[in-house]
C-alpha cells in the first residue's frame, strides 16, 4: 500500500506521514471555548479530525487523541456577569451541552478530553520554567512571553517579527516590552475566578493551556496538532513559542488545518444565528446530514452552507440508504466477508484518496461509482454476494467516515419526511391518501386507486407497494 500523504501547515506541502514513535500517534487538537452552544463551524474541526484518526487507526497506529475544553476565558467570564452565575457553572453546563451535541454525532470521544482549569499547577510551573530560561517577563502582576527571545517566531504563519512589531505602532498594553510580546498570566479583578501564583492572584492566558495540556498529556513532542485555520496566528504561533521554548525541541511534527463554513447563502444568512447552531441543525434536519455536508468537501477549502447543498445532501443520503436497505434486505444469514472483489477498484481509489490528505470527496465520487454499480447489477437480478460485498464495502468506508450505520428504514423515513415538509404536505395527509387508495383496491376500485396515486405522483409523492404495505417516498 501506498505511503499515507498529510498537508503540513509548518512546511506548506503534503509530506509521508511518520510518527515520531513507530506504531503510535500523538495528536493534540483545539477544542471549544465553553459558554455558548457550539455552530457548525465548530463542528467541522471535530467531524475531520474525528475521520482522520479512524484513518490512522485503519492504518494501524494506536492514537492518543486530546481534545481540549478552554473552560477560563473573557467570554466565559462576561457570560458569567451577564447572567449573575459562578464561571465554573457556566463552562461546566456548556461542556454538558457541548457532549449532549457530540453523542447526536455518534463519533467515538477522543482518548482525553483536558479542562483547562484542571491544570493550574502544571500552568504555573511552565510559565516559571519559561521566566527562568529568560523566555517571558514579569510586570506589574503579568507575565508576557517575549516573542523576540524566540527566534524562530512566525514559522508556522509565514509572518516576519519585524513586520509585525512595525505593524504595531501603538502599544496597548503599556507594561509590554514588545507590542507583539503576548500573554502568559494576568491578574484577576475582583470578584473574578483566579488562582495564587507566585505573580500573585489571577489566571492563565488563552496560548499557554494547550501548551501546557499537550505536554502533559502527550510529552514534549507531539504528532499532529490541528485546529481550524483561524487558530495559525496568533494562537498556534503562540503555541510553538512556549512549548519550543521550554522543551528545545521541536513541538509537533505536522499541523493540520481545518478550512471554515461560509453562509453566503442569502436565505441561510437571513436565518443567522438560528441555523448554524449545531443543535439546531442536527434537530431541524439529521445528524447524518451535517456529517455528510462536512466531508464532501475537502477539509482544506470552504465549505458555502446553502439550502440547495443540505438538500442534495438529503437526495444522496437517500440514495445511499435506499440501495443499503435493498442489499440487507436481500442477504440471508450473516454478513462475514473479508475479501471485496467485486467492487475491489473502486474500493483501491478510496483508500488512494484517504491516504492522499484525506481526499473526502473522491471517496464520495467512488461511492456513487459502487452504488451505480451496485444498482446496475440489481436492475435484472438480485445476487446475494454483491449484496454482501456492498455491504462490506459501506461497512468499511462507513466506519472511517463515521457515516451510513443508521438503521436504513429509520433514517430514509426521516430524511424523506425533510423533503415533505419543504414540500408543504404534511405526513398525515399523505396517511389519508394512503388509506384512502388501500380502501379503493379492496373494492377493486382500481380506477379510483389509480388516481389517488397519479394524484400523489403530481406532487412528486411516490407510492410503493411492498409487503409490510404501502410505502410512500418523495421522487428525486
Ligand atoms: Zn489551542
Given amino acids: 500500500m501506498d505511503h499515507f500523504n498529510l ?3 509548518l512546511s506548506k506541502k503534503k509530506e509521508i506521514f511518520e510518527p515520531i514513535t513507530p506504531g503510535t500517534v500523538k495528536m493534540y487538537v483545539c477544542g471549544p471555548t465553553v459558554y455558548d452552544l457550539l455552530h457548525v463551524g465548530n463542528f467541522r474541526g471535530l467531524i475531520f479530525f474525528n475521520v482522520l484518526r479512524n484513518w490512522l487507526k485503519h492504518l494501524g497506529y494506536s492514537v492518543n487523541y486530546v481534545y481540549n475544553y478552554t473552560d477560563i476565558d473573557d467570554k466565559i467570564i462576561k457570560k458569567s456577569k451577564e447572567e449573575d452565575k459562578l464561571v465554573s457553572e457556566i463552562s461546566s453546563k456548556f461542556i454538558q451541552e457541548f457532549e449532549n451535541d457530540f453523542k447526536l454525532l455518534k463519533i467515538s470521544k477522543a482518548s482525553h478530553n483536558p479542562k483547562c482549569t484542571d491544570y493550574i499547577n502544571d ?12 523566555f517571558a517577563y514579569v510586570r506589574n502582576n503579568n507575565v508576557f512571553f517575549s516573542c523576540k527571545k524566540f527566534s524562530a517566531y512566525g514559522k508556522l504563519s509565514g509572518k516576519n517579527i519585524e513586520d509585525l512589531i512595525s505593524g504595531h505602532r501603538i502599544t496597548i498594553n503599556q507594561d509590554k516590552e514588545n507590542p507583539i510580546d503576548f500573554v502568559l498570566w494576568k491578574p484577576s479583578d475582583h470578584g473574578e475566578p483566579g488562582w495564587e501564583s507566585p505573580w500573585g492572584r ?3 492566558g488563552w496560548h499557554i493551556e494547550c501548551s501546557v495540556m499537550a505536554n502533559a498529556i502527550l510529552g514534549d513532542q507531539i504528532d499532529i496538532h490541528g485546529g481550524g485555520m483561524d487558530l495559525i496566528f496568533p494562537h498556534h504561533e503562540n503555541e510553538i513559542a512556549q512549548s519550543e521554548s521550554k522543551t528545545g525541541k521541536k513541538f509537533a511534527k505536522y499541523w493540520v488545518h481545518n478550512n471554515f463554513i461560509k453562509f453566503d447563502d442569502q436565505k441561510m444568512s437571513k436565518s443567522l444565528g438560528n441555523i448554524i447552531k449545531a443543535r439546531t441543525f442536527m434537530t431541524d434536519y ?17 465549505i458555502n452552507f446553502s439550502f440547495k447543498q443540505i438538500q442534495q445532501s438529503i437526495i444522496s443520503l437517500i440514495k ?9 434486505n436481500t442477504i440471508k444469514g450473516e454478513c462475514n ?4 472483489s467485486y467492487f475491489k477498484e473502486e474500493l483501491e481509489i478510496v483508500q488512494t484518496s484517504f491516504n492522499n490528505d484525506i481526499n473526502t470527496p473522491i471517496v464520495f465520487a467512488q461511492i456513487f461509482n459502487v452504488i451505480r454499480k451496485f444498482n446496475n447489477a440489481f436492475k435484472n437480478e438480485k445476487n446475494e454476494n454483491i449484496a454482501k460485498e456492498f455491504l462490506a464495502f459501506f461497512s468499511l468506508v462507513g466506519s472511517i467516515l463515521s457515516l451510513f450505520s443508521e438503521k436504513p428504514k429509520k433514517i430514509l423515513f426521516e430524511l424523506n419526511l425533510i423533503l415533505l415538509k419543504e414540500k408543504n404536505i404534511s405526513l398525515k395527509q399523505i396517511e389519508i391518501e394512503i388509506k384512502k387508495r388501500d380502501k379503493s383496491r379492496k373494492e377493486k376500485n382500481y380506477k379510483e386507486s389509480d388516481l389517488i396515486r397519479d394524484e400523489l405522483l403530481g406532487k412528486g409523492i411516490e407510492l410503493k407497494d411492498t409487503i409490510d404495505g404501502t410505502q410512500w417516498s418523495v421522487k428525486l
Fill in 7 to 9: 498537508y503540513n501547515s
Fill in 123 to 134: 500552568i504555573i510551573s511552565f510559565i516559571s520554567d519559561l521566566i527562568e530560561k529568560k
Fill in 202 to 204: 489571577g489566571r492563565p
Fill in 286 to 302: 439529521n445528524p447524518e446530514i451535517l456529517k455528510y455536508m462536512i466531508l464532501s468537501v475537502h477539509y482544506r477549502s470552504s
Fill in 320 to 328: 445511499i440508504y435506499t440501495a443499503l436497505e435493498q442489499a440487507q
Fill in 337 to 340: 466477508i473479508s475479501n471485496i
